[in-house]
């Protein structure tokens, strides 16, 4: 079993609409979550994180956390063109060796 | 805030040679940096994690000798491609820690490096 597992896609949805990611991991013990963006050719840009169980917004942006389940995702309301990238979760312990363990991410396509 | 640099954005260099990427961190100050590899359509690959002023402590498989990392200061880490081959050809990332802060990476733009 993969440490953090995403589907590799391609998701595919309309402009408008929302597209949800998914993520789920392994170590109960992990504290951090982060989603990540990476456009072709470029490297990872931070898009959000989270620490506590529930829901965080940031713009279009919406993150859902239950340890429990031991799932995260990513809510983008009203996508765009511009939103086609893979999304990376990224899980962490947290302390002091602050390594990071990255999904594989899952590409996602807004067709306009 | 957390702008993290790398130089060269591009290398191409010949096998054998040897190659230094430089990761800064401009605005703030970083225990940790980290040194990933990622190969075309695939996942982000972690070499090493780099901490200011101790060795850095590499990946399962990541030759310590091939890819040396120095970490200078709390602003500045280095990774050296030695003896580069074609198989080192790769797109090498770097991220970084806020000094007191959270777990939280800021990667740099990332050099892409092609021997020829």
């Known amino acids: 079993q993969k440490e953090v597992e995403q589907n590799s896609g391609p998701l595919s949805v309309p402009e408008g609409a929302i597209a949800s990611l998914n993520c789920t991991y392994s170590d109960r013990g992990s504290q951090s979550f982060f989603w990540y963006r990476q456009y072709s050719g470029k490297s990872p840009e931070l898009i959000m994180f989270i620490y506590s169980n529930g829901d965080k917004e940031d713009g279009r942006f919406t993150a859902q956390l239950n340890k429990a389940s031991q799932y995260v995702s990513l809510l983008i309301r009203d996508s765009q063109p511009s939103d086609s990238a893979t999304y990376l979760c990224a899980v962490s312990r947290s302390g002091g060796y602050r390594k990071v363990t990255f999904g594989t991410g899952t590409k996602l396509q807004v067709i306009p | 805030g957390a702008v993290v640099s790398q130089h060269p954005s591009r290398v191409i260099c010949k096998s054998g040679t040897s190659v230094k990427i430089e990761c800064r961190s401009l605005d703030f100050q970083a225990t940790t940096m980290f040194w990933y590899r990622q190969f075309p359509k695939k996942s982000l690959m972690l070499m090493a994690t780099?901490?200011?002023?101790?060795?850095?402590?590499?990946e399962q498989g990541v030759e310590k000798d091939k890819f040396l990392i120095n970490h200078a200061s709390l602003t500045l880490s280095t990774l050296t491609v030695t003896s580069a081959h074609p198989e080192d050809s790769s797109f090498y990332i770097c991220s970084a820690t806020l000094l007191a802060g959270t777990d939280t990476q800021y990667f740099g733009p990332g050099t892409r490096l092609t021997v020829l």
């Open positions: 780099s901490n200011e002023g101790s060795k850095a402590t590499y």
